[in-house]
């Protein structure tokens, strides 16, 4: 409901590609009808907390209103003041992202833009996919070290969602199939293995082999049965279990070898995909 973040989560230094802003923020009932100016970015606002009724007015259009509760959503698109009303407390999720991210994301997801993309007002809808994306988000926003990979592709099927669902033209996807060729795919995974240590980003996949982030997972999935982000995940506990046993290095050493953010990250993953921690894999070898 706010044109700025109270709780911003600033866009991690070293994940420079990422275009989205997220802010989580608790909006007490304001004594009258507030108003919002316009901003450049279109607004995705999630109700995830205390029941409401609220009240909406788009550039001084028709006032709309209606009972709101967590899983509710309300789009505001770029460019168009608001002027709110609700009667409770309530806790919000906002995810700001600018016109270009969907415009270029349809134009490198689906080969050409027909017209202008515009995003759908949405006033209190329901969109279960959505919400996950949208926790899911923030959830990788509020980590010390946010995971390139793995927020890229969160990003890119966001944006794909909204351009499928939300748009004021509805883009299908073309349809695509094969997976990546033998070679193209060994590039990839040579490429992987020899930056384990780094923090690997889809954009970055994706240019090796001169596609679009979009395609790339798409076919990257269906060579491997695995997304790029799972992958990558799956080559550096296969790498820890290689450093475990050679016994040369620390714990904390072998998590940094392989990319992982800090030993404790390392221990929990490490041990959801094996069963055991590091320390217990290394002693029963």
């Known amino acids: 409901m706010s044109s ?6 600033n866009s991690n230094p070293d994940f420079a590609s990422n275009r989205i802003k997220i802010c989580r923020e608790i909006c007490p009932p304001p004594p009258d009808r507030i ?23 788009l550039n001084n259009g028709k006032r709309r209103s209606s009972e709101s509760y967590p899983g509710i959503f309300t789009f505001i698109p770029a460019q168009c003041s608001s002027e709110w009303l ?22 490198a997801t689906y080969d050409k833009l027909p017209q202008q993309i515009e995003l759908i007002d949405r006033f209190a809808i329901k969109d279960p996919f959505l919400e996950q994306l ?14 390139k990979l793995y927020l890229e592709s969160l990003q ?7 351009l499928r669902n939300h748009c004021s033209i509805s883009i299908k996807s073309p349809s695509l199939s094969g997976g990546l ?3 193209k795919l060994q590039q990839i ?35 491997t049965g695995k997304s790029p982000y799972q992958y990558v995940l799956q080559c550096r506990i296969e790498q820890s279990q290689q450093l475990l046993a050679d016994g040369k290095l620390s714990l904390a050493e072998i998590s ?13 993953t490490f041990r959801r995909y094996v069963g055991l921690t590091p320390r217990q894999y290394r002693q029963q070898l």
């Open 181 to 183: 060729s033998k070679i």
């Open 156 to 162: 890119t099927v966001l944006v794909t969602h909204l």
């Open 189 to 223: 995974v040579d490429y992987i293995y020899a930056n384990i240590y780094r923090n690997l980003s889809l954009e970055e996949l994706a240019r090796i082999v001169k596609l679009s982030p979009y395609h790339f997972g798409e076919l990257f999935k269906q060579s």
């Open 256 to 268: 940094q070898a392989v990319g992982f953010c800090d030993q404790s990250h390392f221990t929990k």
């Open 35 to 57: 108003r919002y100016s316009a901003v450049e970015e279109h607004c995705l606002t999630l109700h995830i907390a205390n029941l409401d009724r609220a009240e909406l007015s």
């Open 4 to 9: 700025t973040a109270n709780n911003e989560y």
């Open 86 to 107: 609700w009667e409770e407390e309530v806790e919000l999720l906002e995810i700001y992202l600018p016109p270009s991210l969907l415009e270029t994301t349809a134009i």
């Open 134 to 147: 949208a926790f899911a988000v923030n959830a990788e926003f509020e980590n010390s070290t946010i995971n």
